[in-house]
């Protein structure tokens, strides 16, 4: 059972107000229920979200925990004035101190995605996500001098979530390709990809966390079995060995955190944030 309801309150997507409150969540041992009410724009929205959150708390006999993102300060005080839970003001309490500081207005826009029209950058993300769907898993060589980074490693080992992170994140161009049985004989890396070295990063798994995935796509296989994970897993590590190519191992670490190290490792000319 959740121990509390956390509402995540916005004009715009949500999205800020979420990772941001989950951010501040993951610092208590706590399992709550997360309730996203995006684009809470107008007063009439205001009051149905308000209505919502004060009968959580009734039916829960706890205050709920509200983190909001709201620039409409019509919007807002509604929220503020009628709202019983515990209210979190994450633009109150960061932009308006900051607006004093540095002098200037913000813009008061609502979400990043506003304009996106007019944002190069939101475009280049769009490509980046395509790029990387189009080169995901080795489905395609062509254009791998666009690549801001190629991801090598064995099958399952976190190529493809790792890739579409730094897309949709970063929107850094980023193609996968899997070592395969065919490059463990030939002791190299694919063809395809020595040109490019300077941009390849390995990924790397525990043989022992790798069976437990490759058995849930495909139990009692040859490619599930442990000692075939074994195999593939020693044979990928001392080909990057030898090509000198950087690389870390996915098994205790989250998709953000292998992002992160990579961006440290291969720093690309471009980052779109």
């Known amino acids: 059972m959740h121990s509390r309801t956390v509402f995540f309150v ?6 800020t107000a979420e990772t941001f409150g989950n951010a501040i969540l993951a610092q208590f041992e706590m399992k709550p229920r997360h309730v996203r009410l995006p684009f809470i724009d107008t007063v009439d929205k205001a009051h149905q979200a308000v209505r919502q959150i004060n009968h959580t708390g009734e039916v829960e006999g706890k205050k709920p925990v509200v983190f909001t993102t709201l620039v ?3 919007v807002l005080k509604v929220i503020q ?3 019983k839970g515990m209210l979190l003001d994450m633009f109150g309490t960061f932009v308006h101190p900051l607006e004093e500081e540095l002098g200037i207005k913000s813009h008061h826009r609502v979400g990043r995605f506003s304009d996106v029209s007019r944002s190069k950058e ?3 993300r769009i490509e980046a996500i395509n790029f990387s769907l189009a080169h995901d898993d080795g489905q395609s060589n062509r254009d791998l001098a666009g690549a801001d980074v190629i991801l090598v490693g064995v099958s399952r080992s976190g190529k493809t979530p790792t890739s579409l992170y730094l897309a949709m994140q970063c929107g850094l161009k980023a193609a996968n390709y899997p070592l395969i049985p065919e490059d463990f004989e030939r002791r190299q890396l694919p063809p395809a990809l020595v040109p490019f070295r300077s941009k390849i990063f390995g ?3 525990s043989p022992d966390r790798l069976a437990e995935i490759r058995a849930e796509r495909r139990p009692n296989s040859r490619y599930a079995s442990l000692e ?5 897993v020693s044979e990928a590590e001392a080909m990057m ?3 000198g190519i950087r690389w870390l191992s996915t098994t205790t670490k989250s998709i953000e955190e292998i992002a992160t190290t990579i961006l440290q ?8 944030y």
Not at 10 to 15: F, L, V
Not at 265 to 272: F, M
């Open 81 to 83: 004035e009628g709202c």
């Open 72 to 74: 409409n300060m019509e």
């Open 265 to 272: 490792e291969i720093r690309p000319e471009r980052l779109v």
């Open 10 to 15: 916005s004009d715009g997507t949500g999205i």
């Open 241 to 243: 060995r030898r090509a």
């Open 122 to 124: 939101y475009t280049d």
């Open 228 to 232: 075939n994970c074994r195999m593939e």
């Open 203 to 205: 990924l790397t798994i």
